[in-house]
């Protein structure tokens, strides 16, 4: 799961003008994130963990922080093994 949080954490740092972003710290709240930017941060999460965000996925709550991004990504990954 720390994998899964450090390419998250590397991501969102390259694209978010904040440095020191917490793991709990909602990014759609603090403003850092518009409609394009969510719409690069499900791409990216689809193909850097190769699995696919159905419509289902697309709940905010999914994507607000990446402790949420990385059990979303837990969850898809262990559905596609179990």
Do not use: W, Y
């Amino acid at each position: 799961m720390e994998t899964i949080k450090e390419k998250i954490r590397l991501f969102l740092h390259r694209h978010v003008a904040q440095a020191g972003l917490d793991d709990d710290q909602d990014i759609f709240a603090q403003g850092f994130v518009n409609s394009l930017f969510a719409m690069q941060l499900v791409l990216f999460v689809e193909k850097e963990f190769e699995i696919s965000i159905e419509d289902d996925d697309l709940d905010i709550d999914n994507f607000r922080s990446v402790n949420a991004i990385a059990q979303l990504v837990a969850r898809k990954k262990a559905h596609i093994q179990g």
